[in-house]
């Protein structure tokens, strides 16, 4: 204890004992707070995936609108591609010579930003409107906007189709459905 002017003062301090307890507290606080996030989060990553792909689905169809060039190089237009093997889907500007592979991704074209993931906790498929794409393991979807309209084309492993749907599922049973459709010229998170 110390005294200034008739004040008393009692300097008081933790004991390694009662800062065991704090820490302990709060790890088992934290503990309880990483679980509830983990049991939800099946259900969140579905929401987040179906949503980003929607986002790169308009980003290359606004792309397409406006006609945007690649440094000095115009593009055929913009598109989507979801590789089914590797799990990735990512944006791209068509840079290809109009009439060699022009239309759909190649590896020549210019991909734009990153290249997403698709967790292993969800599960993808697609159907078309013939339902010819029975084995999604091996198969590629590419959504494509020409320049400068914007039409939009389906290119399912290398047959067009009028119109898919694609649906992500998570182990729950949980699915969120994209449906794409060419004469409408849309699409859709369901």
């Known amino acids: 204890m110390k005294q200034f002017n008739n004040l008393t003062i009692k300097l008081q301090g933790f004991t390694l004992i009662e800062l065991l307890v704090t820490v302990g ?6 503990g309880l707070a990483v679980f509830s996030f983990t049991s939800s989060n099946p259900e969140r990553l579905l929401n987040l995936t179906a ?3 929607i ?4 980003q ?4 397409a609108f406006t006609g945007a060039k690649q ?34 991704y ?15 906790q969800l599960t993808l498929t697609t ?9 999604n393991d091996n198969k590629n979807i590419d959504i494509f906007f020409s320049i400068p309209n914007a039409y ?27 449906k794409i459709r060419t004469d409408s010229n849309s699409f859709a998170l369901e």
């Open 25 to 30: 507290i709060l790890a088992i606080m934290s």
């Open 51 to 53: 949503e980003n792909i």
């Open 55 to 58: 986002g790169q689905l308009q």
């Open 60 to 63: 290359a169809q606004s792309l």
């Open 71 to 104: 440094g000095v190089i115009a593009p055929n237009g913009y598109g989507v591609f979801i590789d089914y093997a590797s799990k990735q889907y990512k944006v791209y500007a068509d840079t290809s010579v109009v009439g060699v592979n022009a239309n759909h």
């Open 106 to 120: 190649d590896a020549g074209d210019t991909e734009l930003g990153e290249i997403y993931d698709i967790s292993n």
């Open 127 to 135: 159907k078309d409107n013939t339902n010819t794409i029975p084995n």
């Open 152 to 178: 939009l084309s389906i290119i399912a492993d290398t047959l067009s189709s009028q119109s898919v749907d694609i649906t992500l599922t998570v182990t729950a049973g949980q699915s969120k459905i994209i």
